[in-house]
Nanobody, 122 residues
Framework: QVQLVESGGGLVQPGGSLRLSCAAS????????MNWVRQAPGKGREGVLC????????RYADSVKGRFTISRDNAKNTVYLQMNSLKSEDTAVYYC???????????????WGKGTLVTVSS
Protein backbone atom coordinates (compact mmCIF):
# COMPACT_ATOMS: atom_id res chain seq x y z
CA GLN A 1 0.00 0.00 0.00
CA VAL A 2 1.46 3.31 -1.09
CA GLN A 3 1.72 5.89 1.65
CA LEU A 4 3.13 9.40 1.77
CA VAL A 5 2.84 11.04 5.17
CA GLU A 6 3.72 14.70 5.60
CA SER A 7 4.63 16.22 8.94
CA GLY A 8 6.04 19.43 10.39
CA GLY A 9 3.35 21.93 9.49
CA GLY A 10 2.08 24.56 11.88
CA LEU A 11 1.86 28.25 12.65
CA VAL A 12 4.91 30.42 12.06
CA GLN A 13 5.47 34.17 12.03
CA PRO A 14 6.45 36.03 8.86
CA GLY A 15 10.18 35.80 8.33
CA GLY A 16 10.37 32.53 10.23
CA SER A 17 11.40 29.04 9.17
CA LEU A 18 9.82 25.63 9.11
CA ARG A 19 10.93 22.18 7.99
CA LEU A 20 8.51 19.69 6.53
CA SER A 21 9.12 15.96 6.16
CA CYS A 22 7.41 13.37 4.01
CA ALA A 23 7.86 9.68 4.80
CA ALA A 24 7.19 7.27 1.95
CA SER A 25 6.37 3.58 1.91
CA UNK A 26 4.85 0.96 -0.37
CA UNK A 27 6.70 1.86 -3.56
CA UNK A 28 10.25 2.13 -4.88
CA UNK A 29 11.00 5.56 -3.45
CA UNK A 30 14.48 5.84 -4.94
CA UNK A 31 13.05 5.39 -8.45
CA UNK A 32 10.77 8.40 -8.25
CA UNK A 33 11.23 12.13 -8.48
CA MET A 34 9.68 13.78 -5.45
CA ASN A 35 7.67 16.97 -5.41
CA TRP A 36 6.25 19.46 -2.98
CA VAL A 37 2.93 20.91 -4.08
CA ARG A 38 0.94 23.52 -2.22
CA GLN A 39 -2.62 24.75 -2.24
CA ALA A 40 -3.35 28.16 -0.80
CA PRO A 41 -6.84 28.93 0.54
CA GLY A 42 -9.26 29.39 -2.35
CA LYS A 43 -6.65 28.56 -5.00
CA GLY A 44 -5.60 25.57 -7.06
CA ARG A 45 -2.64 23.31 -6.39
CA GLU A 46 0.77 24.59 -7.44
CA GLY A 47 3.90 22.50 -7.90
CA VAL A 48 6.70 24.40 -6.19
CA LEU A 49 9.71 22.10 -5.86
CA CYS A 50 10.99 18.85 -7.29
CA UNK A 51 14.05 16.72 -6.64
CA UNK A 52 15.23 13.98 -8.95
CA UNK A 53 15.26 10.35 -7.90
CA UNK A 54 18.96 10.36 -7.00
CA UNK A 55 18.90 13.86 -5.55
CA UNK A 56 21.21 15.17 -8.23
CA UNK A 57 18.96 17.86 -9.64
CA UNK A 58 16.19 20.10 -8.43
CA ARG A 59 13.57 22.44 -9.86
CA TYR A 60 12.00 25.38 -8.08
CA ALA A 61 9.05 27.59 -8.85
CA ASP A 62 9.97 31.28 -9.00
CA SER A 63 7.73 31.98 -6.03
CA VAL A 64 9.98 30.01 -3.66
CA LYS A 65 13.39 30.28 -5.29
CA GLY A 66 16.08 31.39 -2.84
CA ARG A 67 13.86 30.72 0.19
CA PHE A 68 12.87 27.06 0.04
CA THR A 69 15.12 24.01 -0.31
CA ILE A 70 14.16 20.45 -1.16
CA SER A 71 16.27 17.45 -0.17
CA ARG A 72 15.84 13.72 0.19
CA ASP A 73 17.31 10.75 2.01
CA ASN A 74 16.76 7.58 -0.01
CA ALA A 75 18.03 5.42 2.85
CA LYS A 76 15.16 6.74 4.98
CA ASN A 77 12.56 7.01 2.16
CA THR A 78 12.03 10.61 3.18
CA VAL A 79 11.90 13.95 1.38
CA TYR A 80 12.28 17.29 3.16
CA LEU A 81 11.25 20.87 2.57
CA GLN A 82 13.18 23.60 4.36
CA MET A 83 11.27 26.87 4.25
CA ASN A 84 12.98 30.11 5.24
CA SER A 85 11.93 33.74 5.11
CA LEU A 86 8.30 32.71 5.13
CA LYS A 87 5.66 35.13 3.90
CA SER A 88 1.92 35.26 4.49
CA GLU A 89 1.40 34.19 0.89
CA ASP A 90 3.15 30.90 1.68
CA THR A 91 0.16 29.91 3.78
CA ALA A 92 -1.13 26.70 2.24
CA VAL A 93 -1.60 23.00 2.60
CA TYR A 94 1.67 21.39 1.51
CA TYR A 95 1.57 18.00 -0.17
CA CYS A 96 4.38 15.70 -1.18
CA UNK A 97 3.93 13.75 -4.38
CA UNK A 98 5.93 11.14 -6.27
CA UNK A 99 6.22 11.37 -10.02
CA UNK A 100 8.13 10.26 -13.07
CA UNK A 101 9.14 13.73 -14.26
CA UNK A 102 10.42 16.86 -12.56
CA UNK A 103 8.51 19.52 -14.49
CA UNK A 104 6.27 20.50 -11.56
CA UNK A 105 3.31 19.25 -13.62
CA UNK A 106 0.51 17.91 -11.46
CA UNK A 107 -0.60 15.41 -14.11
CA UNK A 108 2.81 13.72 -13.88
CA UNK A 109 2.50 13.01 -10.16
CA UNK A 110 1.42 9.47 -9.41
CA UNK A 111 1.25 9.24 -5.61
CA TRP A 112 0.10 11.90 -3.17
CA GLY A 113 0.13 12.47 0.56
CA LYS A 114 -2.76 14.01 2.47
CA GLY A 115 -0.94 17.25 3.17
CA THR A 116 0.11 19.34 6.14
CA LEU A 117 -1.07 22.89 6.83
CA VAL A 118 1.41 25.74 7.06
CA THR A 119 0.07 29.05 8.33
CA VAL A 120 2.26 32.13 8.19
CA SER A 121 0.80 34.84 10.38
CA SER A 122 1.72 37.22 13.16
Amino acid sequence: QVQLVESGGGLVQPGGSLRLSCAASGFAFSNYNMNWVRQAPGKGREGVLCISSNGGSTRYADSVKGRFTISRDNAKNTVYLQMNSLKSEDTAVYYCAAGRSCYLALYDMNYWGKGTLVTVSS
